[in-house]
């Protein structure tokens, strides 16, 4: 098993030209499955609140969903470098506010990092965070909890005016003090802009291939989220096929009473009679 990564390694792998791989997991068997696989990186997303609570966004998301999630992941992943999201509503409202949750990923669920949404308007809170110590990952692009103002889950940067606007914030990430940029649902030739530009390592999810790493969301590369499926992901297994084929299965036997076979019962120490002249006293 390859050593835990830290911060710098990170940034060393951005100036050698490795390429970061990580994914999202949210509980103890997936991010215990992704650390043997042996990646560089796990996202506690708040993208929970669609692929394990059912909402239909990130925005019902809460402070203790994300924290529990963190704890089971991170005794899944002793030795992989996580990130914590911090969900809707527990940085907006004020630098303190941030700093005092973000803490909370690191004290509650030994966090390595922590993510958040947003360029230049939440400038003041990266540093906030940065200052109290915390190695913060930022995200812009199509940022989901604030996708109600982008008018849906849209790709950004599409258009010249919309493209100044991403690399005048990714730059405002990087001088707050953040120490990673995610870039999500961006052209490549904007993200090859921004990676070039930028010392910290830039990361993609949908954002093309020219820069530091990619991200995906586990429950779309392993066929397991149903309800739609983004143009950037790509599904390297049907686990939602394995599962139901499973599932049909069981009844099937169950209904047929081909299950449990003798394999799976415990057997009797005594013998047969002695248990008939138990049964013969009630
Ligand atoms: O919550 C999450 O998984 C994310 C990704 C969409 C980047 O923030």
Redesign the pocket.
Known sequence: MAKKKSILDLQKMKESGEKAAWV?AYDFPTASFVEEAGMDMI?V????GMVVKGYKG?VPVTMEDCIAHCQDVRRGAPKTFVIG?MPFGSYQVSDAKAVENATRFLKEADMDAI?L?GGRRIASQIQAISDAGIVVFG?IGLT?QSSSQLGGFKAQGLTTDSARELIKDAQAVEDSGARAL?L?AVPPEVTEFITKKLTIPVYS?GAGLPCDGQ?L?CGDMLGMFQAFTPKFVKKYANVAEVEINAFKEYIKEVKEEKFPTDDHVYHIKDSAEDFEKLFNEF
């Not at 997303?45 to 929970?48: A, K, N, Q």
């Open positions: 999202t996202l997303g708040d993208s929970l990130t999201d993510k949404e995200h989901p995610l999500e999810i991200l969301i």
